[in-house]
Nanobody, 115 residues
Framework: QVQLVESGGGLVQPGESLRLSCAASGSISTFGVMGWYRQAPGNQRELVVVISRGGITNYADSVKGRFTISGDNAENTMYLQMNSLKPEDTAVYYC?????????WGQGTQVTVSS
C-alpha cells in the first residue's frame, strides 16, 4: 500500500514563497504519474501540476512561471516550490501518485496566503 505524506504548508503573505514536500512510502521512480492538486473552500479539487515518469510536466495556467515541481529519488520525496504566492492560491494541497491506473492521495496540507 502506497502512502503519501505532505508537509510544508502554512500561512504566508502575498508575494512570499513556500515549499511543499510529499514523502512516499515507495520509490517515486516507480510511479507513472505524480503531482499536486488543490482544493479551496467551496471549490472542486483542481490540478496544480502533474509530472510523468518521463519528466513531462503539465502546469495549471494559474501557476505557470510561479510553481515548480521536482523530486528526489534518493529521498522518495516530491516537492512543490511555490513562489510569488497570491491569496487565490489559498487551498488544501494534495499530493497525488498513480501506478497502473491506481491512484493514491495524501492527506493534504493547508496553504493560506493572506496579509
Amino acid at each position: 500500500q502506497v502512502q503519501l505524506v505532505e508537509s510544508g504548508g502554512g500561512l504566508v503573505q502575498p508575494g512570499e514563497s513556500l515549499r511543499l514536500s510529499c514523502a512516499a512510502s515507495g520509490s517515486i521512480s516507480t510511479f507513472g504519474v505524480m503531482g499536486w492538486y488543490r482544493q479551496a473552500p467551496g471549490n472542486q479539487r483542481e490540478l496544480v501540476v502533474v509530472i510523468s515518469r518521463g519528466g513531462i510536466t503539465n502546469y495549471a495556467d494559474s501557476v505557470k512561471g510561479r510553481f515548480t515541481i521536482s523530486g528526489d529519488n534518493a529521498e522518495n520525496t516530491m516537492y512543490l516550490q511555490m513562489n510569488s504566492l497570491k491569496p487565490e492560491d489559498t487551498a488544501v494541497y494534495y499530493c497525488y501518485a498513480a501506478i497502473k491506473d491506481v491512484s493514491y492521495w495524501g492527506q493534504g496540507t493547508q496553504v493560506t496566503v493572506s496579509s
